[in-house]
T-cell receptor, first 115, second 109 residues
């Protein structure tokens, strides 16, 4: 089975621009979560989608948004980029039906640099 | 889900030695997971232990869970250079997993 695929792997953007990151989950996984990882803040939960609905949300400004498609693929968008948005963005998929504790399967992330 | 706190922050050992890292949490949980992250890559799930389990093994990994002390430990036996990574615990389960700062393990060859 193919793992979680994130594209692109690296991205350089300018302050004020917007960016869209893509995540293809493992086949059969309906839950997709997004995390931001920075040296200063560590791993922070952005949001989780299940069957095209946002089920959980972290404490990020509205500039961060996401969506999930009917084939479970997910995208996240960051508008009006700031220097502090430079980070490794990780996507994870899971079989999780809430509360059962299925493991998360992570992609290798998209490294976003904002200049 | 809640954030676990890993201890120590960093650990440096020689190849072949055992490595032990700990995780503490605050409120009752259904399960606890451990993950590994190699530099610049995604996290890899190592093991899940449920609240009714005291100990679980997977290859060279041994995880214990003490729900009365709200703590867990991860033991890596006969460590290898390839075990060099950050290790995170995630108490509670569900998909809103919250990760702490992790333990950075360095295995010197």
């Amino acid at each position: 089975k193919a793992g979680v695929t994130q594209t692109p792997r690296y991205l350089i953007k300018t302050r004020g621009q917007q960016v869209t990151l893509s995540c293809s989950p493992i086949s059969g996984h309906r839950s997709v979560s997004w995390y931001q990882q920075t040296p200063g803040q560590g791993l922070q939960f952005l949001f989780e989608y299940f069957s095209e609905t946002q089920r959980n949300k972290g404490n990020f400004p509205g500039r961060f948004s996401g969506r999930q498609f009917s084939n479970s693929r997910s995208e996240m968008n960051v508008s009006t980029l700031e220097l502090g948005d430079s980070a490794l963005y990780l996507c994870a998929s899971s079989l999780e039906t809430q509360g059962t504790g299925s493991p998360l399967h992570f992609g290798n992330g998209t490294r976003l640099t904002v200049t | 889900s809640q954030q676990g706190e890993e201890d120590p922050q960093a650990l440096s050992i020689q190849e072949g030695e055992n490595a032990t890292m700990n995780c503490s949490y605050k409120t009752s949980i259904n399960n606890l997971q451990w993950y590994r992250q190699n530099s610049g890559r995604g996290l890899v799930h190592l093991i899940l232990i449920r609240s009714n389990e005291r100990e679980k093994h997977s290859g060279r990994l041994r995880v214990t869970l003490d729900t009365s002390k709200k703590s867990s430990s991860l033991l890596i036996t006969a460590s290898r250079a390839a075990d060099t990574a950050s290790y995170f615990c995630a108490p509670g389960g569900g998909n809103k997993l919250v990760f702490g700062a992790g333990t950075i393990l360095r295995v010197k060859s």
